[in-house]
Antibody, heavy 118, light 106 residues
Framework: EVLLVESGGGLVKPGGSLRLSCAAS????????LNWVRQAPGKGLEWVAY????????YYADSVKGRFTISRDNARNSLFLQMNSLKAEDTAVYYC???????????WGQGTLVTVSS | DIQMTQSPSSVSASVGGRVSITCRAS??????LAWYQQKPGMAPKFLIF???TLQTGVPSRFSGSGSGTEFTLTISSLQPDDFATYYC?????????FGGGTRVEI
């Protein structure tokens, strides 16, 4: 069974930093591309970042470029999102999502809530 | 960036009824379109890829169609479990973009 479990969310002040993790199991981690997608309270889905299986290709949404860094550790079956210079508008549930190979997202974690507030 | 526009934003329907949701892309995305279902407090669930191919395990009452810039998700014979919010997503190019969502209500 494919499982993605996010962690690391919480309350942080504007300008602060947070590192999200996503632990994966049930599939050959190092052969799949991965994504982070977020959802602000009561709002729709917003794609945040993509990383290829070997980390050779990385893309970001303009809204987070220069502030967020996506990375992965294939030896530990883990995906990360380092979030710096956080803003109130970054408040959202953050999901990690597996890419079935064509940037269509076939498995999602349960999400972790990030709240940016003073 | 490719903009995705869904309509309607919400629709009311009855159990056993039929619902169609439209998703329009701001440029030609061929068949690079996925559909997701989301229930309150839960992660999105992957329903359809390549515009019309059902993910394994998705009931056949769900169907997708379209190519280019106009796409449709149809749910025939609505079941109580189908009342949720549905999102389209273009998989043609980065940045990946989602439609605004369509809430299917009783």
């Amino acid at each position: 069974e494919v499982l993605l479990v996010e962690s690391g969310g919480g309350l942080v002040k504007p300008g602060g930093s947070l590192r999200l993790s996503c632990a994966a199991s049930g599939f050959t981690f190092n052969t799949y591309n991965l994504n982070w997608v977020r959802q602000a309270p009561g709002k729709g889905l917003e794609w945040v970042a993509y990383i290829s299986s070997s980390s050779s290709s990385i893309y970001y949404a303009d809204s987070v470029k220069g502030r967020f860094t996506i990375s992965r550790d294939n030896a530990r079956n883990s995906l990360f999102l380092q979030m710096n210079s956080l803003k109130a508008e970054d408040t959202a549930v953050y999901y990690c999502a597996r890419d079935r190979g064509s940037t269509e997202l076939d498995y999602w974690g349960q999400g972790t809530l990030v709240t940016v507030s003073s | 960036d490719i903009q995705m526009t869904q309509s309607p934003s919400s629709v009311s329907a009855s159990v056993g009824g039929r619902v169609s949701i439209t998703c329009r892309a701001s440029q030609d995305i061929s068949s690079w379109l996925a559909w997701y279902q989301q229930k309150p407090g839960m992660a999105p669930k992957f329903l359809i890829f390549a515009s019309s191919t059902l993910q394994t395990g998705v009931p056949s009452r769900f169907s997708g169609s379209g190519s280019g810039t106009e796409f449709t998700l149809t749910i025939s014979s609505l079941q109580p479990d189908d009342f949720a919010t549905y999102y389209c997503q273009q998989a043609h190019s980065f940045p990946l973009t989602f439609g605004g969502g369509t809430r299917v209500e009783i």
